[in-house]
Every structure is written in structure tokens, then in C-alpha cells.
């Protein structure tokens, strides 16, 4: 009686390893600032749930498996707003942008076949694929650089005949990189040139800063037909617990044969639905104070540990993530000596290492995983206490 | 650029295929009983709304990944007073039963694998099984004797080196069938002897008619380890929408396991944990009504189908489904003219046809699959247009 090899090999999420060092420590009285997962504390527009609250439900039935028509239309409303050709049948409702990379990464490959990724990508994306056996092919791509993509050449050396996809998030986590529009046209062109879908996960799009758009692939329109945009209201609104996402696509095949998993699994759910209508329908400007929010954070919290001695943290220009390489020789090392042995006033940080959100085996082994998603005065003290705890650290290089 | 294989090889829901002429139906203004489909006409507690009412929430965060730990002790506290030992750890909160059916297939087989189940079955096993390309192995069961397990030799015969698991509903989902303690103690004794995980989909457990008491594999205290216990909201409190199930399991790995996609998914949605949180509080005499309610209406079903001249429906002991042997040559056909050709005073019937629960083909031709989720006068009405329409219908045997 045994599990599954694939389950088995499947490892735990790196951000949640040290959860139990943190609970540790909290039980001994220790305050931890928390820059080790994207969990937004911006408030979740007051709509949501008034639209809830105001729903009289006799009988809560099963949705349309394809989503709730009013979010659809939402939804859709949405894209146009922002310029992108997404109609109502174009578009379906899943749970969380999680079920939508899963349903993506299932329909477009077979067991053993290939879905190229520009690594450090966000772990979770190795939890949707392993389960279907469908294999993740890393890109590597460098802090040195900004983590920009690499040449054509390099990125056409990873394609084989089991290559069916190059999935990519923009702006991305954990980088915070946003892809240049020529990055964006090289991706389109090469998934045209070798017969590639693009799963373009966009949840992240309104998070761009200094003024820059981030470049969306529904602008590709020679390849919409091989484009697949996953959304999520969880940190566009601040809505993570609501488990609401969607994939939009102008693929003739993919809605109904989407709907086949969607019918499986029934619906999405109906509350949370019906709020994230209300927060589709928000004003494109609900966005602007806090888009300056967050780059005001990531000022503070970038130069803080880029002044750090030994720190280089490249200031990113979107999502709300940095990627910091830190002068210790094994970070997941240091984050849990952050728990277990350090304070500073009874105070500590706690932060994501990043070596399990590359594939290639050695990457990013002195790179932690930083999110401005604290107030100012919270994330100047994180600096504080990481500056100080780096003058003691032992295993300092 | 081709779409998966698997997903291309996926069947689309047989009871939403008709949906179509359904629609067509309704907008030449066509009133339509539907005993297709089992969304019950009974009203969600108030307490479901009332708690997600009264919740104040600032940041709808990310909830825990193995479930609202309130949610947790609900459930367990649920399992108790019915007497199965499910303590919180061994408890994780899944997007309906749905996900708890998907994580229960891909924790126990790997690719190719097979799991053994009953036919007729609850056709989305299928949408549960293929994209994690695990074998489903159809144990075929018969109307003609109550849809009871075949011998002991005979699912043994099926066993061979893929085999992980034998899973099953109970009671039944689509044939009400209601297994003995004999039948439930068989399945476990074959476990144990070849090895096997039983995933025990107990979603119907409160429905079962004339005093019976379905037995729970929770009961089963010497095969333990190997039981997943798999339950839902949706039909237990006519809280379809909320897509809020669990799976259960005393086995010692299965929950850190598990809670690796658990964690790769987030969450289940926050609001309607809190929701079912307090419907798992409601008092056991809850159910005493409701389940009256259905016997009432099980009775009204299917005595009226066995009255029809020609027709064949055996009074199922659970759930609220029946199949009903009708003397038509194809009962899709059929289910499809009662759409399109057939009105009596304006009004036709909508039915599920049984072919795509088997998967041995040629079973189940001319089988349809009944929900006894509505009101008796509606049954009764939808007896007398199912009586008149089988006199006319051409292609009738």
C-alpha cells in the first residue's frame, strides 16, 4: 500500500518549510516581520462583501460550470477596458489562478511532455504540473541582468518535439521583472515558429511601476489563437481567501474543451463569485493609490537592503516581490537561524529562500525571496533588524 | 498546436449534454421537469448565509491550506457523534468533494494505474481520473439485482499488478444503492488482502430510506489505514454552490502528503468555509425531515415509473436517485425527442441518460438516471408526461 511516486516526489512549498521555526518562535514571545509570502494587507474593497451580504440565496445551487455569466461579463468588460480582445465566450471562471495553470498545463500536454519556464519561477507552478506528469524545463534567467530573457537562440536550444508550451508570469514572481515588449514579441514569436501555446500568467498586471505598463500577450495578435491568459482577483484586489481566477483565451478549441474539467469539478464557488463581480466592476482608478503604495514600499525596502553591506537587491519594476542575494552561503540556512537564533528586541524577519523556486539544481542558493506587502514602518524595521542580524550571522561569506 | 490528448479524449458530461435542447426547449416557452440533475430543491440553512453575513473581514486572506481549522473541528466533531474516528489532523478541507475524489486518485496511482469501481458510477470519476491519465476498471453491477457487488471472485478477477484502489459511493450515486454491511465488509477484506487503498465517497450518508443506515468504511476499524474517507456540503445541506467538501483518513502519510496539492492550490475559499463550519454544527435531528421529505418523494418516483407500462425501476434504499429500465431501443435518443419533439399541455420531462455511467459499452442502452429533487406534485406531473410521451414515442421497443 503505497502513495503515488509522482506524489511522493513532489516537494513541500519552500515558503511554507519554515512556517513551523516561525511558529516556534512566535510561541516564545518573538515578533516576526513576514516578508516570506505575498499576502497582501491592502484592504479588500468594501464591495465584495456588500455584494455577498445583499445576496438573499433560498437554495446556494451549483454555478455554471463555466463561471457565473455577470463575472464573466465582468471579466470580460475588464480586458476591454485595458485594450484586450477578451469576449464572455472567450473566458471561464476557475478556482484561484491555481485551477487555471493546472487546466492549461493538462490540456496542452501529455504525460512526459514539456512546458518551458523562465526560472526562478513561482513554485507552485511544479503543484500543477507534477500531479499530471507533464514535465517543467527551466530558462535560466540571471539577477545580474534584471532577470531579463535570454537570447532567441538560447531559448529555441530548449525546445524539443515534447515541448508543447512556454509559460511565463508578467510581472513576475518572484523576480518582480516585467518583460519588455520585445521580450513579450520574442516569446510570441518563437512559440509561432515551433507550434508553442503561451500561458501567460498576468496576475500581477496592474503592479507596474515608474509609469511602465506591463506588456500583456492578449496584445500578441498574431498568435491569440495560441495564447493563455490566467487571471485572479487574489492580489488584484486583494482577494486571495476568494479563490476566484479565469482563463481567457481566442483559442476556437480550448473553452469547450475546458469545460470538460470544468464540469467535473461543477463550479466555482457562488458567494465568491458574486463578489468578485462587484470587484471587476471597480473603476480602473481603485488601482492608482495603490500601485503607489506598493512602489513606495519597494523604494524603502530595496534601497534598505541594497545598503545593506554585501546585499544586492536590483530594485524591481513590478508584482511585489524582490529577489535578494545575500553575502551567507545557504539562505534557507540563514531564514531559519532568523527564526530559531536570532532577535533583535525580541524582534525578528522572516524571509522565502529561493533555491526551490529555480529548477536548475545550485541556482540561487544565496537568494531570498523578499515581499513589500508590510506598511513602511514595518518594512524599515525588517531592514534594520536583517542589517543587524547579517553583522552576526556565523555562517557569513 | 495541438491540444492534450487526454483532454481531447475526455467525454463531456452526459447529464449536461442535453442542456442544449433543453435551452431551445425553454425559449419556445416549454416548461421542463428536470429529473436530470441532482441540485435539491432544499433550502440551504440560514445559518450558511448568516455566518458569512456576520463575518467582519478587513483582508479576505489566504485561509489555511489544510482548511479552516474551525471548519476542521466542525467536521470532526460531525464525524463523532456518527461514530468514526476522524480527528482534526487526519482532516483536509477540499474544493467540494470534487477535489477531494481528484487528490484521492492521483495520491494512489501513478500513471497508468488502475483503480477498480462499481459501474454505474458517477460519471465525473472519469473527469477525475483521465487528466491524471489513471485507469478507471469498471466492476459492472446490475439493475436486476439491485446494483449489489458481484462475488468475491469476481472483483478479485480484476485485480491485477496496476491495481491501487477500489473506489466507490455509497450510497450511490447514480443507483441509490445502499451496500450491506456484508458488502462494505468485503471490500475491505479484499483490500487487505490485495493491498489496496478504498476511497469511500460518502457524500449521501444522511440518505438512506425506510431505517436502513448506511455503513461507513470509517467503520471498518482493521483496514483503517487504507480507508479516505471523501464528504461534501453540497447534497448533505443543499449547499451545492458552496464547494466545500473533505477527505478524511486515519492512513499516517496521506495528510502531509496530500496537503503538498493542498498547499499548491492555496486554499479553499474563505467565506464559504465559514459558512459550512456552522452547518456541520447543526444538530443531527436536521436531516430527520429532510430525509422523510425524500423517501416521500422516492416513493412517488418510482412507484409511478413501475406503474408505466413497459418500464422498470426497482426502489433504491439511498441517495436520491433511481434507474429507471425504460422500452425505448436508445434512452439518449429518447431523452433527446422528449426535448425537441415532445410537449403534453406545453410541458416534457428532462432525464439523464445511463450510458456514459458504464464503462463496459453497450451497458445501460436503454437505463435512465431519475433525481428525486422535487416536489411530489412535480414528480407526479413528471410520471404522467413520461407515461404519455413513452405511448407515442416512435422508436419504441
Redesign the interface.
Known sequence: ?K??????A????PI?RLVPYADEARARGVKIYGLN?G??????PSV??DA??N?E???????N?KGDPELIKATSDYYKRIGLPYEPEDIIIT??G??AL?WAF??????G?EILVPEPFYT?Y???SA???VTLKPITTYAENGFALPSEDEIVAKINDKT?AIALSNPGNPTGVVYTREEVELIAKIAKEH???IIADEVYREFAYEGLKATSFGEMTDVL??VIIVDSV?KRF??????IGSLATKNK??PE?L???G??????????MI?STALYKLDPSYFDPIRQRYEERRDVLCDGLAAIDGVVCMKPMGAFYAIAKLPVKNAEDFAKWMLTDYTDNNETVMVAPVEDFYQTLGMGVDEVRVAYVLKVEDLKRAVEILDKALKVYPDRV
Chains 1, 2 share one sequence.
Open positions: 500500500m502513495l503515488s511516486k509522482r506524489m511522493q513532489m516537494q513541500s512549498s511554507r509570502v499576502q497582501p494587507d491592502i484592504e479588500t465584495f462583501m455577498i451580504r445576496t440565496i433560498k437554495v446556494l445551487a451549483y454555478a460550470s478556482n484561484g491555481s485551477e493546472m493538462v490540456a496542452v500536454a501529455d504525460v511532455e507552485n511544479r503543484s500543477f500531479p499530471y506528469s508543447r507550434d508553442l501555446f489563437d495560441r487574489s486583494s482577494a486571495c481567501g476568494a479563490r478549441e480550448l474543451q469545460l470538460k474539467l464540469q467535473g469539478r461543477l463550479c466555482a464557488p457562488t458567494l465568491e463578489g
